[in-house]
């Protein structure tokens, strides 16, 4: 019964025990919960022990040990192990033992071996061991080669190499396809694949053995190949089919190897039309197989390859059929024609491919290979072409270290300056008009058909281009065809952006052509910039820049050719800026607007650059430019580049200071601290709250800091007197006026010149002055400090706030 029930009851009752009984009724409540709390430690305890302490790991299932060997691999490992020692034991038989035997004897042990290893297969098939006839199967298979080898050494002696292996080839090929397709023999997966590899052999020896040239023994490579596509078409079995693959592509790739290399070595149209053949019959093979890959439904025969990748191997073969067809024919052209002819007849067969395209007849995988094989030969045609546009275009850029050295006689020779020309160059441009015109006459396709355009447009431009060189045109009529290029494309209405690219080509060729003679330096240069002025109306982001480029180059060009000097070229120039700053003001166009000032202070740079040998023209060039930059910042969108003006103005007034000998910094240094505080004040009238430092300090401290650290070395009194006036009259007005930086700066500068000039009379006291006084007169001063710390802290505290409050 616990203390508080005692209470109760002890309450509800008339007597009230004495203080010593209601004590002990304490102290026994107190006894019983001191017992159940150490009963509650303890069980904590032990749970707290039981958490902590890990649980075992839970015990681990036994697993069988799974044997290493099935007993089927075990079974082909003891049967393939069977049949190599058997096939070894016949080979040493052969070799050693046969020569004991008589031809009757040889005979009986040739056909009793062969005929029962043969034969075993089919007794085996009928009990159900498939794996023990195949091993038995292949040992037969073996010992017909082994067979074929001991009649050739004994019975055949006569027989050379070639002629007897391509017989015996033949017959083992002929031999095991009869008893791979026996019914009994049927279920034996080797028989049919070893006679397609014994028949690889057949014409190949054929060939050899019949002393066949070149010519003969590629033919019998593409029949063979031709005997391979056949059995992988037709084929079941996937081991048949996959060698039969194989024999297709490896034979055939030697083929056609052997074949174009032939075609292209051909001396004459008798060994060209007989590798052209050679490279037909390839074609025929590749088309046929493409033509039946494409009638594949689901899955192709006998494998499991998507239907989709069937039509891929079709999609190949077509375009190596096509590819293969204008070898062919170009060859036969190429014996009968000049070498300047053999790219444009290749290419006339690459054309004619594009007629198969449209013919319903072929399936569709064929077409769209002949299309693809098609676009492979132009393309390959437009890279040949590519030497020819590369020298006519970059060729001229050498006559900037020749300029003005004599016109050349035709174009030819303006182009090849220092590279050669290529050869067989002549049909180049037939070309790149022919490749132009499939494109814009062949693709009709919605997607395809912008961009076919500009294909055609970009190609014809190349022809053009390189037509006059070709041609060797004389170079005035050269440079004349250059101009009217330049002219037609920037009037063409279609592929905008593209024909101004290819403008700005044509012109900087005709601008580099032109630099051989002063005269059609001029005439070029006058006839560009007057071309792209024109036409700037039209699409002014690039042609009006290019304009002002031409008119910069222009003006330098008119110098040279009036024998100024660079720094009286520059004023010319600086017509170029002017003329960018007007257009600029009348554009709209944002981005129009940015190439033409760029292009204008480009201009304006070169100007600096001519003038930079002369100060007296180098400070009127900057002065210009400064008044063209003031003019362009009264345009509200270009305020900013007032600053860029007052520059290009301090910058004018330094290089006249300059010109005219003066060393006195203020000179430089006023000019610029006059204009930065009167904008300062300007600001601080806006806005009152802009600190003084921001108003006033860059400009203050243009002028102050360069005085004071001439005057620290001016041996006169005049400059730092008028330096220390001028600096205390800026610490009286910054304490005045409760400007911070006005005081800062003009007491520092005020403290450091009255230092510059005590400094002599303070080392003439020091000299004076015992060794000993300078220590003790830094100890008093320390000792002075000390006993004042605490109020110079509180003076440089309230130095702070005063300092802080001002502005």
Excluded at 277 to 306: C, E, M
């Amino acid at each position: 019964m616990s203390y508080d029930v005692t209470r109760t009851t002890l309450q509800g009752m008339t007597h009230f025990p004495p203080p010593a009984e209601e004590l002990r009724l304490l102290d026994a409540e107190l006894f019983h919960l001191d017992a159940r709390r150490a009963q509650l430690l303890r069980r904590r305890a032990w749970l707290v022990t039981a958490l902590q302490t890990p649980a075992p790991p839970p015990p681990r299932p036994t697993v069988a040990a799974r044997p290493e060997a099935t007993a089927p691999r075990v079974q082909n490992v003891l049967l393939m192990l069977g049949g190599v020692l058997l096939l070894i034991a016949a080979t040493a038989f052969t070799l050693v033992s046969w020569g004991d035997l008589g031809i009757s004897g040889r005979a009986a042990v040739l056909g009793a071996v062969t005929t029962a290893t043969l034969a075993a297969p089919v007794a085996l098939l009928r009990r159900g061991l498939r794996s023990t006839a195949e091993s038995v199967a292949g040992l037969g298979l073996a010992l017909t080669v082994l067979d074929a080898y001991a009649l050739h050494g004994a019975v055949f002696t006569g027989a050379e190499g070639a002629p007897y292996t391509a017989v015996a080839s033949a017959l083992l090929a002929g031999l095991w396809l009869a008893y791979g397709l026996l019914p009994p023999l049927k279920e034996l997966a080797l028989p049919l694949p070893a006679a397609v590899l014994a028949a690889q052999l057949p014409l190949f020896y054929s060939a050899l053995a019949l002393d066949a040239d070149a010519y003969g023994v590629t033919a019998a490579l593409l029949v063979t190949a031709a005997f391979d596509t056949v059995v992988a078409l037709r084929a079941t079995a996937g081991l048949v089919r996959f060698l039969a693959v194989v024999g297709a592509y490896g034979l055939g790739g030697s083929g056609v190897w052997a074949a174009g290399s032939l075609s292209w070595t051909a001396t004459g149209p008798s060994a060209a039309a007989r590798a052209a053949a050679l490279l037909l019959l390839a074609a025929t093979i590749a088309l046929a197989a493409a033509w039946r890959g494409t009638s594949a439904q689901d899955t192709a025969p006998g494998t499991d390859l998507p239907a989709t990748q069937g039509t891929g191997h079709a999609f190949g073969l077509s375009i190596a059929s096509a590819l293969l067809l204008v070898a062919a024919l170009g060859g036969m052209a190429r014996s009968a024609l000049p070498g300047t002819w053999t790219v444009p007849v290749h290419l006339a067969c690459g054309i004619a491919l594009l007629a198969a395209v449209r013919a319903d007849r072929l399936p569709e995988t064929v077409r769209r290979g002949f299309a693809a094989a098609s676009g492979a030969v132009q393309a390959l045609a437009v890279v040949w072409t590519l030497p020819v546009v590369a020298v006519t275009l970059l060729g001229p850029v050498a006559w900037v270290t020749h300029a003005w050295s004599g016109a050349p006689a035709d174009l030819r020779e303006a182009v090849t300056v220092d590279a050669p020309w290529p050869p067989d160059a002549a049909t180049a441009p037939l070309v790149l008009v022919a490749v132009a015109a499939v494109l814009a006459l062949a693709v009709r396709h919605t997607d395809w058909r912008p961009r076919a355009l500009t294909g055609a447009l970009v190609l014809t431009w190349a022809a053009v281009l390189t037509l006059p060189a070709v041609l060797e045109l004389p170079y005035t009529l050269g440079l004349l065809m250059l101009g009217s290029v330049t002219g037609v494309i920037l009037a063409s209405p279609y592929g905008q952006p593209t024909a101004t690219v290819l403008a700005l080509a044509t012109s900087a060729n005709l601008g580099f052509v032109a630099l051989a003679s002063q005269s059609a330096t001029l005439t070029a240069l006058g006839a560009l910039t007057a071309i792209f002025a024109v036409v700037s109306w039209r699409f002014t982001v690039v042609t009006a820049p290019a304009a002002l480029a031409y008119a910069t180059t222009l003006a330098c060009a008119i110098g040279a050719a009036a024998d100024w000097q660079p720094q009286y070229t520059a004023l010319l120039v600086l017509a170029v800026p002017v003329s960018a700053a007007l257009l600029a003001a009348r554009l709209k166009e944002p981005r129009a607007t940015m190439t033409v000032e760029v292009a204008g202070a480009v201009a304006a740079l070169l100007a600096l650059a001519l003038a930079a040998t002369d100060l007296p023209m180098l400070a009127l060039v900057l002065s210009l430019c400064g008044v063209i930059a003031a003019g362009t910042a009264l345009r509200p969108d270009r305020h900013t580049v007032g600053y860029a003006s007052a520059a290009l103005f301090l910058l004018a007034t330094w290089v006249r200071l300059a010109a005219w000998e003066v060393d006195t910094p203020e000179a430089y240094t006023l000019p610029v601290t006059v204009p930065a505080l009167f904008v300062g004040f300007l600001r601080r009238r806006r806005a009152p709250e802009t600190s003084s430092w921001t108003a006033y300090g860059p400009g203050l401290a243009a002028t102050l800091l360069p005085s004071l650290v001439t005057a620290w070395g001016d041996p006169h009194w005049t400059r730092p007197l008028l330096l220390g006036l001028a600096a205390l009259s800026l610490t009286l007005l910054g304490g005045g006026y409760s400007l911070q930086a006005p005081l800062v700066l003009g007491g520092s500068v005020l403290t450091l010149d009255a230092l510059h000039e005590l400094a002599p009379y303070i080392v003439q006291v020091t000299d004076a002055l015992p060794r000993w006084v300078p220590p003790a007169l830094a100890g008093l001063l320390l000792l002075a400090l000390g006993a004042t710390y605490e109020r110079r802290i509180r003076d440089v505290q309230r130095m702070r706030n005063i300092l802080g409050r001002m502005s």
